[in-house]
DNA sequence: GGCTCATTCGAACGTTCGTTCGAACTGAGT
DNA sequence: ACTCAGTTCGAACGAACGTTCGAATGAGCC
């Protein structure tokens, strides 16, 4: 995992001093960040102490506040990271893809792709949704509310290129609802790859959307 | 809340004296059990303490032991209690009930009906799944197995009246996903209702499986 | 070899945690 | 009025919590 330099000692002291490229600080924090995620998701954010992390990623329990500022900041480091780092891969993704109904099954794909590569990274972003507060919790809600004006554009468009009537709101919860319920329940060993579980949520999903809103079903 | 009385030391002491009707001391803790779950659907499992608990039931912090041994107990009896209701509830619902289809609607509403109707219990249920460990944990995941398996049924059910094939295990993970992330964005005030959901969600899925298992995305 | 800043750590801070204990209170049965 | 089990509580326990501080160590530069 590599991480964005946002320690404002830090950044300071490496501001003035200009010597190692920034590179040691960031490489090291990236690895307290990826042993922090493990522990975070075995044990949830409160359950999981700072002496848990402490004895995982193998420094001390001071040394651990040299790399950030306390342990909620750590948690707003992961998420903003894992967030970030799934929209960017999104946006690229998407460029230069036609009809809507690919544009949402390159989406589907795009994050569970992402959910299985990065499982512990996904369930912290999940499960612990509402652990942060104030300034470092709407930092995160705005990435996540980006995702989901994304999401919600590309259904969109696929009602107007068909000519479809249907919650938008409650079609794109449901979406992620599939999609991010797997980290209670995906095993690697036993379950599905990302392209398998990608191909028949997007079948569900898509022909779903598609037929109810003009079938039997609904007005 | 109604409760079972599973105290040892308080069925002990309700046995030999038999005076009141054992109505009281359950009364009493199905009244603290929602409080509890008010709590631990808003602070979490780990990050609600007994103080909190306290604070909120109006009874002293001592005063709680008498009435459950742990607060990991404590949890448990709620977890218990909600995912024996639900599956109750869901099993008088399907008596008599005949298609295929149908019987997957009935259980899609039940359990949206359900989880709005005890949105708490339901957050606790979903949210602290692995909080819970050894004989606890097992407990409530045989409850958990049970209705997962009446819901596999169902859905093999849909596949042999229909000829369709398909994943059970990802389309009935899937639905849960659907279904249980609602406690992650439902606002009573503003979106739709138990009824409107169910048939929104209904109308996604059971299109979806029936559709995607024959349309032109599958083999 | 000395200088300087980046990094690490042992030890301790004050607070909060889940739980326990013995005493006090309550209320129906005699 | 007395009894006795059911119920409640104040006070305290040891342990674990997140965080801090000053000293020790590390590594690149003169």
């Known amino acids: 995992m590599s991480a964005a330099s946002t320690?404002?000692?830090?950044?300071?002291?490496?501001?003035?001093?200009a010597r190692l490229p920034a590179t040691r600080f960031d490489k090291r924090l990236g690895e307290i960040l990826a042993h922090a995620t493990d522990v975070f998701c075995?044990?949830?954010y409160e359950g999981a102490s700072m002496r848990?992390?402490?004895?995982?990623s193998g420094m001390s329990l001071a040394g651990l506040y040299y790399y950030f500022q306390s342990k909620e900041r750590l948690l707003f480091l992961i998420q903003k990271h894992t967030f970030t780092t799934i929209v960017e891969q999104l946006k690229t993704r998407l460029e230069g893809v036609g009809s809507a109904e690919q544009?949402?099954?390159?989406?589907?794909?795009?994050h569970l792709e992402y959910f299985l590569s990065n499982q512990a990274a996904m369930k912290v972003l999940s499960h612990e949704d509402d652990a942060l507060k104030n300034g470092f919790a709407s930092e995160v809600k705005a990435i996540k509310r980006e995702y989901y004006r994304i999401c919600v554009s590309l259904l969109d468009e696929l009602k107007r290129?068909?000519?479809?009537?249907?919650s938008t709101r409650i079609a794109v919860l449901s979406l992620f609802g599939m999609m991010n319920w797997i980290?209670?329940?995906h095993h690697p060993r036993v379950d599905a790859d990302a392209d398998e579980l990608a191909r028949q949520m997007s079948d569900i999903f898509l022909c779903g959307v598609m037929n109810a809103?003009?079938?039997?079903?609904r007005e």
């Open 161 to 166: 290129e068909r000519g479809l009537q249907f």
């Open 183 to 185: 980290y209670t329940w």
């Open 213 to 217: 809103a003009r079938g039997r079903h």
């Open 103 to 110: 544009r949402i099954r390159i989406f589907i794909l795009n």
């Open 7 to 17: 320690s404002p000692r830090a950044s300071e002291h490496r501001r003035r001093a």
């Open 52 to 56: 848990d992390l402490s004895r995982t």
């Open 42 to 44: 075995k044990k949830g």
